[in-house]
């Protein structure tokens, strides 16, 4: 039987994003998991094993048909695109790498590709998996990848087995619950934004890379809490976190590369330490908190923005867009998705040897900053993006500040160091 799912409420606001802008096609809301190894790599043979994987996950190969409420994705029935390129990008910024904007257009397709970035001098290569967010999540691209490389070790794939939507999920889970509202808009934890020409404004966001080596227990608290005390070192005491948490866990044996993520907000006070942080997202994970319909429909059936057309959608975002980025008010201080501890040798095969994975966030046009956390056998890779006013060389300010003292902690495990 062909794959066929219903386009969601919440996938239908990340296609709704998607612009035309001087003629392009423009896809901000993306998933980019890169893998990164050794040059010496067979592209051949990662052709090969991306259809495979793709034909046992037909969710990573899907267009958008129909309109309004009658929209839903089917199956292309086109393997997974593979390009290949080379280019000097050392993956540690957005610098350079103009093709990371390469669209994923929803209606032609592709929705979701491998792409081989080879850099002759670094004598390294990047294996990025891109996905739409409307079509994917980050765990359905990892999910993906998990596949591609199986069958480049020539395992047999795990593949799909269902094609359940985030709401019919979180409805099975945590049956009509509506979240709480969240209160009075805070500011972004760079501060208050800057003026900017129209040339400078081209690059809407800037993203940056760090590796923070060694074994670091509790790395989200610890992201969390440093990020929080930052922040109110530029003058705002309000902070909140939106953490994304996999619906996946409540429905045993359910594999989908779909985008099945809720989430959480966590409030972090002046006296916020760890123990508490964990304390906190164990509670609401026990009240089954991510699965509740998203606070903005709370005053009239979420499915009723199925029928409100994707331009309406977008011009109103847009409008929202400019308003937080002037007035520099946001929902939440910032999104901060933790992935874990990836384990490297699951992403190597035919003779490529991964060194590291990691996630590049996503550009949410109306979020003040998004972190991702990506751990490895010698550290954690942490990557922060925000938008070109929040930014102005503030990104680096933040991440120097939150690894400084993270390692600082680590050497001077005595010293309350973490305390906001």
């Known amino acids: 039987m062909t794959y066929e799912r219903p386009l969601s409420t919440i996938e239908r606001y990340y296609v709704s994003c998607d612009s035309i802008k001087d003629g392009k096609h423009i896809t901000p809301c993306m998933n980019q998991m890169v893998v990164e190894g050794n040059a010496d790599i067979d592209v051949e043979a990662f052709r090969r094993a991306t259809t495979k994987a793709s034909y046992q996950n037909p969710g990573s190969r899907v267009k958008l048909k129909g309109h309004l409420g009658l929209s839903r994705w089917v199956d292309s029935e086109h393997s997974t695109r593979l390009r290949v390129i080379e280019n000097d990008w050392d993956g540690l910024s957005n610098k350079g790498a103009t093709f990371l904007q390469d669209p994923l257009p929803v209606r032609s397709g592709p929705t979701s590709e491998v792409l081989i970035v080879i850099n002759k001098a670094l004598n390294k290569s990047f294996v990025l998996f891109r996905s739409h967010h409307g079509a994917m999540d980050g765990r359905g691209t990892l999910h993906f990848a998990h596949d591609v490389f199986r069958c480049l070790r020539g395992e047999k794939a795990m593949g799909e087995n269902s094609n359940i939507t985030d709401m019919q999920l979180a409805q099975s889970i945590n049956h009509h619950a509506k979240a709480s509202s969240l209160g009075l808009d805070v500011s972004a934890p760079t501060g208050q934004p800057v003026r900017m020409s129209d040339s400078e404004k081209q690059q809407t966001s800037r993203w940056l890379r760090r590796s923070l080596l060694g074994k670091h227990k ?94 309406t959608i977008h011009n109103s975002n847009s409008r929202l867009v400019k308003k937080r980025r002037s007035q520099g008010k946001f929902r939440t201080t910032g999104i901060i998705s933790n992935l874990g501890l990836l ?78």
């Open 218 to 311: 509790g790395i989200l608290a610890k992201v969390a809490l440093e990020t929080a005390r930052f922040t109110r070192l530029k003058g705002e005491d309000n902070v909140r976190f939106q953490i994304p948490v996999d619906m996946r866990p409540h429905q045993d044996g359910l594999n989908s590369t779909a985008n099945l993520t809720g989430g959480i907000v966590v409030d972090v006070h002046s006296d916020t330490d760890v123990e508490q942080w964990n304390h906190n997202i164990k509670l609401q994970l026990a009240d089954k908190k991510e699965a509740e319909i998203p606070r903005f429909f709370r005053f009239f059936p979420f499915h009723l923005l199925n029928w409100v057309p994707r331009k």
């Open 343 to 420: 384990k490297i040798e699951q992403f190597s095969g035919e003779g490529f040897k991964a060194s590291k994975c990691y996630f590049i966030p996503p550009e949410f046009d109306t979020t003040a900053l998004f972190i991702t956390l990506a751990g490895h056998p010698e550290g954690v890779e942490i990557l922060m993006r925000a938008p070109t006013e929040l930014d102005g060389g503030r990104i680096e300010e933040l991440l120097d500040f939150v690894i400084h003292n993270i390692e600082h902690a680590a050497v001077n495990p005595t010293q309350n160091v973490m305390s906001v």
